[in-house]
């Protein structure tokens, strides 16, 4: 597709359930980032992909959460036995290549909600 | 720690009037880059400025860097509905290559 493409759009589960968050970047793109976006609030780093270089999980808040991207396209984003905090909207975006300075371009978006 | 600050947090304006929103970081920052969300949206790349002192225009948008590129400004001029939206500032605060988004200004145009 022509943009970042996020699955699912909606997710509510109930409080200590796992769940898994889909990125499919825009196709060329090396850097991959997650971020968190709590109601009315900033955008929260999560985790960065960079090539083949190992990720940067700076972000991640805690050992629930972890990502992978396999074969340098797709990502995955699993938070495990979620709790009501994690209620959010997950941000993917994408950027050509790697650097602070490329433009990032965003998915619409996962809202997760926890029961 | 080191963050990315900017005010106001909200803005309530009437369609017609100028708009600005002050981005300011606690270190030094090689470029920084603006970003406009809209309501129920995601994040959309306005710009970046990567000189001192740089100033950038896009129609009614204008974008500086300041000269010791720890602070930036956005001002739009005569606001319109379409203005609407949260605008993020966002630099490698922390340096290597990721960004830090700045806590955003909520823009709101009323007719």
């Known amino acids: 597709g022509a943009g970042v493409s996020q699955s699912p759009s909606n997710k509510v589960t109930e409080k200590g359930k796992d769940v898994e968050l889909r990125c499919d970047p825009i196709?060329?793109?090396?850097?991959l980032y997650w971020y968190r976006q709590s109601l009315g609030q900033g955008l929260e780093f999560l985790i960065y992909f960079q090539g083949n270089s190992a990720p940067d999980k700076s972000g991640l808040p805690s050992d629930r959460f972890s990502a992978e991207r396999t074969g340098g396209s797709v990502s995955t984003l699993t938070i495990q036995r979620t709790q009501q905090e994690d209620s959010a909207v997950y941000l993917c975006a994408s950027s050509l290549v790697t650097g602070s300075n490329q433009p990032q371009h965003f998915g619409d978006g996962t809202r997760l909600s926890i029961l | 720690g080191q963050q990315v600050m900017q005010i106001p947090q909200y803005q309530h304006v009437q369609e017609g009037e100028d708009f600005t929103t002050y981005c300011n970081s606690s270190?030094?920052?090689?470029?920084i880059q603006w970003y406009k969300q809209r309501p129920g949206g995601h994040p959309v790349f306005l710009i970046q400025l990567v000189k001192s002192g740089e100033v950038k225009k896009q129609k009614r948008l204008t974008f500086q860097f300041g000269e010791a590129k720890k602070n930036s400004s956005l001002h739009i001029t005569a606001t319109q509905t379409t203005d609407v939206g949260t605008y993020f500032c966002?630099?490698?605060?922390?340096?290597?290559?990721?960004?830090?988004f700045g806590t955003g200004t909520q823009l709101k145009v009323e007719l």
């Open positions: 196709s060329g793109h090396t850097a």
């Open positions: 966002a630099g490698p605060l922390e340096g290597g290559n990721k960004l830090t």
């Open positions: 270190t030094t920052l090689s470029n």
